[in-house]
C-alpha cells in the first residue's frame, strides 16, 4: 500500500484553529439542548408563582372550548432544572388542562441551571 505526504504551502504551515462549537457552550453542559415538545402529566410541573397571579376566568373558559375543540396549539414553556420541570407561564392553557381534567399537557421544555431558575423566582 502506498502512502502519500500533504504539502501545504509554507506560508499555510503555521496557523491555528479555533473550534467554538455550540457556542461556547460545553456539549454536556445543562444549556447545551435545546428546546424538546414534551406530553408532561400536570402534576409534574412545579408552578412555584400559582398562588401569586390570578388567571383571567374568561380567558380560561374560552381555552377550554378551543382546546376541547382543535386542542393545545401552542405548547406551554416549562423549565427542567435537575430533572424537576418548572412552569412560569402559560398559567392560562394550565388552568384550562386541568379544568377539563386532562391528565398531561404538551410543553416545550428547555433545560436550566440553578442559576436560572433563581433569575425566574426573582
Ligand atoms: P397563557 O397564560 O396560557 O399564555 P394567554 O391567554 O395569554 O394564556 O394566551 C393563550 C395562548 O394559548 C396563545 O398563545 C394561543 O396561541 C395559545 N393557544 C394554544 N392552543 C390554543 C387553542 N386551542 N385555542 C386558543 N389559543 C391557543
Not at 504539502?7 to 457556542?23: E, G, H, I, M
Not at 408552578?47 to 386542542?71: A, F, H, Q, W
Request: hydrophobic fraction near 35%; charged fraction near 25%.
Amino acid at each position: 500500500m502506498g502512502s502519500f505526504v500533504v504539502q501545504f504551502p509554507s506560508k499555510l504551515r503555521n496557523f491555528t484553529v479555533w473550534a467554538s462549537p455550540n457556542n461556547g457552550v460545553p456539549f454536556d453542559s445543562p444549556q447545551s439542548r435545546g428546546p424538546v415538545i414534551l406530553e408532561l402529566p400536570l402534576d409534574k410541573i412545579r408552578r412555584p408563582l400559582l398562588r401569586t397571579r390570578s388567571n383571567d376566568p374568561g380567558k380560561v373558559k374560552e381555552l377550554m372550548e378551543s382546546i376541547r375543540e382543535i386542542g393545545l396549539q401552542v405548547p406551554i414553556d416549562v423549565l427542567e432544572v435537575d430533572g424537576a420541570y418548572y412552569g412560569f407561564s402559560g398559567c392560562h392553557r394550565y388552568e384550562a388542562h386541568q379544568r377539563l381534567g386532562l391528565p398531561t399537557i404538551r410543553c416545550k421544555v428547555r433545560r436550566g441551571t440553578k442559576e436560572t431558575l433563581r433569575h425566574h423566582l426573582r
